[in-house]
């Protein structure tokens, strides 16, 4: 069993790649030390200043508020394309769901300044937050939505029509209550995805409105400070949550990514 | 999940109104209702933007950046349209240099996540069915956590105060070498590409290895081969597909991407994506930024055209 040895020093020290820095994160948000080199004592002082920092909490209301809105409507419409694409098959709308999700993100963030800017004439803030949240969002609920659609068993449908259901009736009693877990899924992701969203984010914002990443960004670009771990640990402690809740609703959709 | 540049979109509008044309009323008003919003809505904000970016690659700055108000056209410019940003771009070499420049950033991350990736896609592909969801789950984890947390982990870790470098210029001075950074360079960028990209590698490679019939292998071993053989002439040609599709999807993020290099690259270590940032939001040159926006798409499309090529070459031969 040499190779079977083989195997697993490299993909543990890929799983040791992956995992130590995020570790050092966590760790260095317990340190009792301006400094993030060596190790002084355990505090809980960083989560402290944290929940007095003004700006880092609105910042915070601001993810949370755009994430609740633009994933709500994201699941909406990417519920909607996903359905589309199943059973109606127009490559135009495959065309234009996935695009977003599979182009540079830059590309899409300074197409949308232009557009909110140029032709909108808006005012670069919130709403043109959650409208490019939402645009970049639907491509993910739609496939996790698709994917399980293809994963039913088609007669359930042919026994619906057979008993006489309408289109609707088999929608609203068949159809809508076996996808549900995967839309779930698709909003959570959707949420994930917005309060995480850096870059596009970073062009649709303006400079009135802050979001967590957007706070975050700044924070770093100034100075390494114990406080970022903190927040940083938090978040890493949400997201965490959020993957494990859309794990539990539709397994197969999260491995069905890539 | 992403999906792929093929062709095949006119011929697919053809056969659905064909389609379409054979659904009664109602069906055909329920799938107006059904695709029609998503498809408003993307029209609006994906398609839209894309076209009025295309524009202003054709127009001239405005005096206080942005474009050019569409009414004063310059007497010299046919409507206010011109070629100069693209004129500007190939005048000088830098612009084509910094393309070139990602592009190697591109691949090179892309080899290190292939390298990195596939003994751990391979090793989970031969686990035993129970442990596999657990084993792909720890993947996705770190993954899951903010993009810039885990930019700035390693701000941390390649800091001048940090054991990694204290210890690497340790070594370094006892070969008697000038101490280096390590943050703020072009392995620091490095680095975080291929961390933050790794499991875009290692998921499409493990779904396509999960696929492969164990019984081949059986059936190499039978016929004389050993275990290099089995994997370079079974395993591998048979994963080119997970290869591919890893590829694309470390390649085309990379290509683009600005917020790595401006956390942790210097200087000198800009990429198209810093360059685009800077036109946008610095000098406001916009009709040039929109130029290297499209410049951008294009080398993106060329570059997974050609790998497309050379991947569905070896996969049917």
Redesign the interface.
Known sequence: MR?GV???T??LA??A???L??L??IA?SFNDSR???EWVGFTWRWYGVLFHDEDMLAAAGNSLLIATVSSLMAT???T??G??MH??????????????????????G??????F???LNLTLGTLSIM??H??FS?GFV??VVRTSLAGLDESLFEAARDCGAS?WETFRHITFPLILPAVAAGGLMAF?LS??D??IT??TAGVGVSTL?LH??SM??IA?TPE?NAV?TL??LL??T??VLA?KFA?DA????? | MRCGWGGGTMRGCFCMSEEHARLPPAARLTKWLVSGPPFVYLLLFFAAPGLIMVLASFRFPGEFGGLAPFTATDPDALQGLTLETYRFFFSDFIYTEIFIKSFIVALTTTLICLVMAYPLALLIARSPKKSRDLMVLLVILPFASNFLIRVYAWMIILGPQAALSLAFNGLLGMFGVEPVRLLFSPFAVLVAMVYVHLPFMVLPLYTNLERHDPTLLDAAQDLGANAWQRFWRVTFPLSLPGIFAGSVLVFIPVMGMFAIPDILGGTGDMLVGNLIKEQFLGTRDWPFGSTLSIMLTLAVLLCVWIAARLGGRRRYA
């Open positions: 190779r083989w195997l697993w490299a993909a890929v799983y790649f992956l995992y820095p995020l050092i994160v260095y400094l993030n080199a909406l419409l990417g909607m394309a359905i589309a059973r109606y098959r127009i490559k135009t709308l495959t065309f234009i769901v996935m695009a977003p999700v599979a182009m540079p993100e830059i590309l899409l300074v197409s949308l300044l232009l557009f800017i140029q032709l409208l490019a939402i645009t639907i739609a496939i289109p994930t309060i995480d850096f870059v970073f062009f990443p975050i960004y770093i670009k390494v970022v940083s978040l890493m997201t965490l959020l993957i794990a397994p999260l491995k069905g990514k890539g």
